[in-house]
């Protein structure tokens, strides 16, 4: 069966999704889960993510048969969301088929290479979906604006990049680009959050405290690449994400409706029976070290009830929790990057 993920075809993904949730709401086992106006919305968020992962599996499956070469860029500012758009795109699908690029700094080797060489070694073969989580889109961007690149190199950057990818969608490869943009007050928010947070603090970094410092100037480079770079044969697709999960769904719902797939039968498979286990005798437990069962089954199985008032005792808690100084009228005092950085930035 040949499939165009047309809006029609996805509209009919969302309304499948909207009528499981309306029956679990029938359902008195689900009743305490989808009476809560806070979990209701997250209830039809995994239906339809999950409506739509089934979609991605078709998308793959039609992709290997086929021998389709897929690239998907993203790019955006720090704390857009790229990188949960993407694990849901890449979690959906085989890691044979589908695959992560995110590269760290270029070397000094790769600093002396022609610009586009270190990301071209990654783009797909026949049967792959490559998803860049940021892309060669680096030097209209941080590097403009960090000033890691001169303007005769920015320039050179902007006159090539159209034959570049020219040259990959002449080659037989399905290329889409998407720009996450969050609003200044998203973005700071979700800055406070990984501070407050200790196990999101990784994902701070000196450069995103200093880029952060300079959003007018990204916006201007933003606004010069979209216009610059922008081409009916590899054209941006700008994707609110102020919230995050409508902005997986949006995103993963276009990119269907970007390529073009089967839904392919997938051919009947027999489990075979188990050899007799004549002549084999296992051995004892204690020849073998076993993980400690820290986590029982029983300790798993909690009232759901319980866990909304966890839940809601922990937003309790981060609401409440100090902002640094912005109690006292300092609201950006966290990010205040002369303070946190006494070096210029490594790139």
Request: one cysteine or more; charged letters at 25%.
């Amino acid at each position: 069966m040949h499939v165009h993920c047309t809006p029609e075809v996805l509209v009919k993904v969302a309304e499948r999704a909207q009528r499981e949730v309306r029956a679990c709401e029938r359902d008195r086992s689900c009743q305490r889960l989808t009476d809560s106006r806070t979990f209701r919305p997250q209830y039809i968020y995994e239906h339809s993510l999950g409506q739509l992962q089934i979609e991605l599996v078709k998308l793959q499956e039609s992709v290997k048969a086929n021998g389709k070469k897929v690239a998907v860029i993203f790019e955006g500012r720090d704390a857009a969301g790229k990188g949960g758009v993407i694990s849901r795109i890449a979690s959906a699908m085989s890691p044979r088929v589908c695959r992560i690029v995110a590269l760290p700094a270029p070397t000094e080797k790769e600093k002396t290479q022609w610009y586009f060489q270190r990301y071209a070694n990654h783009l797909p073969a026949a049967g792959e979906v490559v998803l860049f989580d940021r892309s060669w889109y680096n030097r209209a961007g941080v590097e403009r604006v960090m000033g890691f690149c001169s303007d005769a190199q920015y320039e050179t950057f902007m006159r090539e990049v159209p034959f570049f990818e020219q040259s990959i969608v002449d080659s037989g490869t399905t290329l889409i680009k998407y720009w996450l943009e969050v609003s200044d007050q998203e973005q700071e928010r979700r800055f406070q959050d990984r501070l407050r947070r200790s196990w999101k603090r990784w994902k701070l970094s000196p450069m995103d405290l200093f880029a952060r410092s300079r959003w007018t100037e990204y916006a201007k480079a933003r606004d010069a690449m979209l216009a610059r770079t922008d081409h009916p044969y590899a054209p941006w697709w700008v994707l609110n994400s102020d919230n995050k999960q409508t902005a997986q769904l949006n995103c993963i719902s276009h990119l269907l409706g970007s390529i073009e797939y089967e839904d392919l039968p997938m051919p009947p498979l027999t489990l075979p029976p188990r050899e007799d286990d004549k002549g084999y005798t296992p051995p004892p437990p204690s020849a073998w070290r076993f993980v400690p069962s820290v986590y029982s089954e029983k300790a798993l199985a909690i009232p759901s009830h319980v866990m909304l008032q966890a839940a809601s005792l922990e937003v309790q808690e981060l609401a409440e929790a100090p902002l640094h100084k912005e109690e006292h009228g300092a609201a950006h005092e966290p990010l205040n990057v002369q303070m946190q950085l006494k070096v210029g930035p490594e790139h």
